[in-house]
């Protein structure tokens, strides 16, 4: 497989974050649409939530769901930040590691979230579980890079 140089990887991963940020404006702008349009959707919601919730299962989900979206543009605008710093090569920085920090905070914050959708559906606590491990993941890193930019940090002064 041919390898792709570093600098139009980043700017590939620039454009995918920015459009995925998009997608999830998008599914904010179309949520209360989508959700109150007669159809499998709505059939589908009501009967994974009419019991549990009553009357106003719509507007749970749709907090819920809102929720979701708010984490995940948070997500995508610290990735693109984050990106943005390494394509200008500051990326063994203190800016850069609270980029790396508040991400993986955000997909703690998310697996809870999806967490709340276990006392509806099983499944969801297989997701939670995905997303808790990418957030301990990103944690991991956000220590290399931490001590990396210490490392950095101290070789910049023995000179």
């Known amino acids: 497989m ?16 920015v ?11 179309i ?4 959700i109150s349009r007669p159809g499998p959707t709505e ?12 009357e106003s299962y719509l507007l749970w ?9 708010a984490v995940a543009l948070a997500c995508c605008i610290a990735v693109t930040l984050l990106l943005l710093r390494v394509r200008k090569g500051l990326v ?11 991400i993986s905070w955000m997909c703690v914050l998310l697996a809870a979230v999806i967490l709340v959708a276990q006392y509806f559906h099983a499944a969801a606590f297989i997701i939670a579980l995905a997303m808790s491990f990418l957030g301990l993941s990103l944690r991991v890193v956000k220590n290399v890079i931490e001590a990396a930019t ?10």
Do not use: H, Q
């Not at 949520?31 to 989508?34: A, D, R």
């Not at 589908?44 to 009553?54: P, Q, S, T």
């Open 2 to 17: 041919p390898k792709i140089p570093s600098k139009a990887s980043v700017i590939i991963s620039i454009i995918l974050a």
């Open 19 to 29: 459009m995925f940020g998009g997608i999830v404006v998008g599914l904010g702008i």
């Open 31 to 34: 949520l209360p649409f989508e």
């Open 43 to 54: 059939d589908f919601i009501k009967v994974l939530l009419a019991d549990k919730l009553g």
């Open 61 to 69: 989900f749709m907090l819920w769901c809102y929720a979701i979206l």
């Open 92 to 102: 063994f920085t203190a800016k850069s590691v609270s980029y790396i920090r508040f």
């Open 150 to 159: 210490e490392i950095k940090n101290e070789n910049d002064l023995t000179v």
